[in-house]
């Protein structure tokens, strides 16, 4: 139930991880800055575990690559996040989507149905909660379209899901 926004940094501006093991839920990661993997950035020590539920990772850029996400070593597997806009692309290297997650261009390897999608959303801002979110604006394919698997009773606003027929796809509901 966190927000990693505009930060800057060589690898990894919203999370740099090397070893271990991460759980992130109802995380949004947006407009952040490195020269690779300037939303994650899953570094060179191998063993390193990253899982991933209802994430939105928006806007990220970096200068070489993973603009989203860079996987050097290591597992990043996702479930019900969004991966959008990043640049020059969304994902270094093909990433684990263990549920239905949405990319905005190819880089991720989510298969058909799941690459190259609009995901309407709105902007970083303040949408009721504790934190900056960004929510998906109507029409957005991440409405109501979550896997069942792993999906919080709440968003990170701290609000019920699922709303509608099923959880929404990223951190808010």
């Not at 379209?145 to 699922?162: E, M």
């Amino acid at each position: 139930n966190s927000t990693m926004y505009n930060n800057g940094a060589s690898y990894g501006a919203g999370i740099d991880h090397d070893a271990g093991n991460t759980t992130l839920v109802n995380v949004t990661l947006s407009g952040n800055s490195a020269v690779g993997g300037a939303g994650i950035n899953q570094g060179n020590s191998p063993g390193g575990v990253i899982t991933a539920t209802n994430v939105t990772l928006a806007e990220n850029v970096a200068l070489f690559a993973g603009g989203s996400i860079w996987t050097q070593s290591g597992n990043i597997s996702l479930i019900n996040t969004i991966v959008a806009n990043g640049v020059p692309d969304n994902c270094r290297s093909p990433i684990a989507s263990n549920g239905f997650s949405l990319s905005s261009d190819n880089s991720c390897g989510f298969g058909i149905n799941h690459n190259n999608v609009s995901v309407k959303l709105s902007p970083l801002g303040n949408y009721g909660g504790p934190t900056l979110t960004r929510v998906p604006l109507s029409g957005s394919p991440a409405i109501d379209s979550a896997s069942g698997i792993g999906c919080p009773t709440t968003d990170q606003r701290g609000k019920h899901r699922p709303v509608g027929l099923a959880c929404d796809v990223g951190a808010v509901e």
